[in-house]
């Protein structure tokens, strides 16, 4: 605390100096309001990533150094503690040079395109590893392009950019080389040593030239990989089998080993190959006729192989067309298997519609009504349910019958429901109209009153005298005719 003549004075940081390093923060490009200064350290990382994954670090390669320099700084002094601050400035300076980098993206694409294809590929084919210094020749050189396009040198940049595609064509066709060529190569050095340039000479030169084969069809064509690959491991056994003779070549020279025992030991493998093609050899001559019969047997064997090849082949072919007679009459079963299986399921729902129609029908007496199944349709055709002259109002002794009709809603919840109003030819037509329509709204509204389901389910229509059942000049025909039918859709069901 500083003292003056009137008093204490409590020292403050100075609100100026904060709302300027606030500013500065904010300002920052690049920045997002609401980051943690962790958060924007990796976002700077992870934008230099991006570039470098987009060529940036080839295409302006000043600009990109200054920016993952800015970044490295930034990371080490958010390491060791620094200022807030401090790090936002380089993180916003680096943001600044990556701008100023990618400025030059456009043109560096087209300059350096097809270095940075070539590029790609000497990647694939490994050539950092492989090919180490023609891969750091052919950097430098795409290096080169970059600064001289950021110099706006764009004559020099495309004659660097040439030069470096041949140096990645030449890095990327070593690096296939030495992966493909590599092995066999220090087999040939290993039987060099040996000596079998002196004690394999035909087996040596047998090598050479499967090598010499490879490295043929790379220069020629460096995507036939396979090929060369082949060719390249056959000549690594010609040159490990040269290994072999130059090493029994010395033993015999060196009395290590007898020329007898190397024959003899010769014969023993030879004897045992005839043994398993059932044949006696005989060594008199020497092991070459014993070979010839040895080929002559095998010769047999692979004659004896085609035959027996063809017949199967018959076979083959008879027993794919008995397959396809079979997969033919299994699809023909289970067309038959499908068809009875759908009329056993209509049996069934004939056979559960019929039971609950019979479980319907002997709900009601003859006096109360009947119980007719259409197709998709079950109908309640209700002549006990009766009204008073004129009247629309349901009479308790309704209530039975009307119970009966709720436990048959029941039975089909998912059903739509109809009550139509009917009446005898007695009378106006138009007022027996509005009398069957006002009667099948009374059942409708007693049957939603009385049942829990909605009231769009079921709607109430009157037809008044026009669908007699029966002839309207007898008594016991207008009886007939003046009912109430409920009809329930039982498509859904």
Known sequence: MLRTRSGPVTRHVRPLAMLAALFACLSAPGVAVGQSIEQQVDAAVERLDRAKADHIDIISPRNFERAAGKVAEARQRLAAGGRISDIQQRVSEAYEELDAAEAFAEMGQVVLGDALEARGDALA??????????WERAEESARDAGRRLESNDQNGARDRAARAESEYRDAELNAIRADLLGRARTARDQALEAKADRRAPTTLTHGDSLFNAAEGILARDRSRTAEAGDLATRAYSEYQHAIRLAALADSVDRNRVSLETVVLRD?????????LLRYAPDFAAGIPPVMDDGLTAIESLYQEAEGLERDLESRSREIDRLAGVVDSMDSRLAEVEQRQATVAAELRERQRRERRLREVQAMFTREEGEALLGEDRLILRLVGLTFSSGSAEIRPDNFSLLTKVQRVIREFPESTITVEGHTDSQGNEEMNQELSRRRAIAVREYLLSNLPIS?????AVGFGESRPVAPNDTEAGRTRNRRIEITLSLSDD
Do not use: K, L, S, Y
């Open 125 to 134: 084919a490994n050539a950092p590893e492989f090919a180490g210094r023609d």
């Open 267 to 275: 014969e023993h493998q030879v004897r045992r190959m005839a043994e």
């Open 455 to 459: 009231a769009d389910r079921i709607t």
